[in-house]
């Protein structure tokens, strides 16, 4: 009764087989062997609308399955879209991995993508589309960065770990023995940044990886990198270690109970503990770090490292020229547990519980309250700078006045900015100069001496050039630093920020009338804006 074509047409011979209904055709169709090909519902009904005389009739075609790939836009996935057989071939595994190199697909794929897919076609009916992954791009895997793993604790792991009393209790002022270090130890063992693993495309474009961070070892005072092995820190003395920014120091420790009038003032090359305290009117001067486990009490102390005070800091105002009686300066940060009328100036400084009437400078955090959400107090004095500031309560409910400066140091810094555009006016007027000269030199007419000239003038020419572009790196420079202190600058108040509070932020100013709740303040659009906390 039918008949399949080469072309994969399955024909009736309607002269021979007159179907008497299209649903009789159907049926027919249903029971024969191509009751899987695609049946042709239009040319059907057409046929028996129109009444047509046509003597072949095509009700059918046979499809094989077919197989469209599909890349996607960022070229990291490839799907396959199969069109199951319609009494025709199912596709197998070596014609659907043609249509894959056809597509450009070079790597990401697994073959267990492929026959996932290829199953799918014997679960499905005839002409159903079913879907599948068939290849997978990988993306890049930054590498880590340096590892820079310490091996002895240091002076400042010690102090935050006091010692056990034999009843459970912890006694603040005995920290047990100090961490000391032998010649020859080693303080700190180097992991080297790792290159990352490099990621590709379904197309085989590659994907570069970022290399990780790479830190060099630093060397401090007393130590120096291994001759035997170059990825370790070791000791060259006896003493303690101290960390330093990708390295360690090794200090000399000179320890006393007391500094007194017993003791005199004490100037030392290394570092310096105190394992009491400071007397009124004494001095210490390290090199290194000063840590002081009792108080400290109108002392001046100066170091080269940290200040750590376990207990408080306290002073007067003198009488003679109202400058403060307690000073701690140094070039590492100072640590305090309160302060009152000191003056304290260091990279950054954290107070644990209460500062009042003190004169501050820190060139970046100054912190008041534990390290989680600093919620300490901070009243009187005068903040002279910080980037950042961060405390619980600010000001007293007397309302009395208190000055705050933030961002202090951008006024060096356009000073210095200042200074080079003038330097580069400068210049300017040199080359105008010298450019003078050069057409001058241009209508000499003895020429030995005119290609002289030329050779002197444009010598000189080229060191004001180097020197206009140094200027330029520099003007970049600083601009970068300004940018970049400004955003930082910001003050955090945990929990009341009171009225009496004058707060500069590179020259504008908000003065505070009224008590405010917990809330963020920065410098936006050269304006100081209020940001209240939600939580």
Do not use: W
Request: hydrophobic fraction near 35%; aromatic fraction near 4%.
């Amino acid at each position: 009764m039918f008949k399949l074509t080469n072309n994969g047409n399955v024909l009736l011979d309607v002269s021979k087989h007159p179907p008497p209904s299209a649903a009789f055709l159907l049926e027919a169709l249903e029971k024969s062997a191509f009751c899987d090909c695609k049946i042709d519902h239009d040319a059907i009904n057409n046929f028996f609308k129109s009444g047509s005389s046509e003597s072949v009739l095509v009700i059918a075609t046979k499809h094989n399955a077919s197989l469209n790939v599909t890349i996607s836009d960022d070229k990291m996935l490839a799907t396959g879209e199969l069109t199951v057989a319609q009494g025709g071939k199912v596709l197998d595994l070596e014609e659907a991995k043609r249509e894959l190199v056809k597509a450009g697909i070079v790597r990401g794929y697994k073959q267990v993508f492929l026959e996932q897919l290829l199953q799918k076609q014997f679960k499905h009916t005839p002409g159903a589309i079913v879907e599948g992954v068939l290849a997978k791009g990988r993306l890049p895997s930054d590498g880590l960065a340096t590892k820079l793993i310490a091996t002895v604790e240091t002076l400042k792991d010690r102090l935050k770990t006091p010692k056990l009393k034999e009843d459970g209790s912890v006694d603040m002022r005995d920290f047990g023995k100090l961490a000391s270090v032998e010649p020859g130890a080693v303080l700190i063992r180097q992991v080297p940044a790792t290159p990352g693993k490099e990621g590709f495309t379904v197309l085989g474009d590659i994907l570069p990886a970022k290399p990780g961070d790479n830190k060099k070892l630093v060397a401090g005072d007393g130590t120096e990198i291994s001759k035997i092995n170059p990825m370790e820190l070791v000791s060259t003395i006896s003493g303690v270690p101290v960390e330093i920014n990708n390295g360690m120091r090794v200090d000399n420790i000179f320890t006393i109970p007391n500094v007194d009038v017993k003791s005199g003032h004490i100037d030392f090359e290394g570092s310096v503990i105190v394992s009491r305290n400071i007397d009124p009117g004494m001095k210490i001067k390290a090199k290194g770090d000063i840590t002081i486990f009792g108080t400290v009490e109108s002392g001046e102390l100066t170091a080269g490292g940290n200040i750590t005070v376990k207990q408080g800091i306290i002073g007067h105002q003198k009488s003679e020229d109202k400058s403060l009686s307690c000073r701690l300066v140094c070039e590492g940060d100072v640590q305090v547990s309160h302060s009152q009328y000191c003056y304290i100036e260091a990279n950054s400084i954290f107070i644990e519980r209460q500062t009042s009437h003190c004169i501050m400078k820190a060139k970046h955090l100054l912190q008041v309250g534990q390290a989680d959400f600093p919620k300490g107090k901070i009243f009187g004095g005068e903040i002279l700078d910080a980037t950042k500031l961060i405390a619980g309560e600010i000001g007293n409910e007397s309302g009395a006045k208190m000055v705050i400066n933030l961002a202090a140091s951008g006024a060096e810094i356009t000073a210095d900015t200042d200074d080079c555009f003038k330097d580069l006016a400068k210049i300017d007027q040199q080359l105008d100069t010298l450019q003078s000269t050069l057409e001058k030199a241009e209508k000499v007419k003895d020429l030995e001496k005119k290609n002289q000239l030329i050779t002197k003038i444009g010598a000189t020419q080229l060191h004001y050039f180097q020197q206009a572009e140094q200027l330029e790196k520099q003007l970049s420079t600083l601009e970068h630093h300004l940018h970049e202190l400004l955003s930082d600058a910001s003050l955090t108040v945990n929990s009341v920020l009171h009225s009496g509070v004058e707060i500069h932020i590179f020259g504008k100013v908000l003065k505070t009338t009224r008590n405010y709740p917990p809330c963020n303040i920065k410098l936006l659009n050269n304006k100081i804006e209020i940001e209240f906390k939600t939580h």
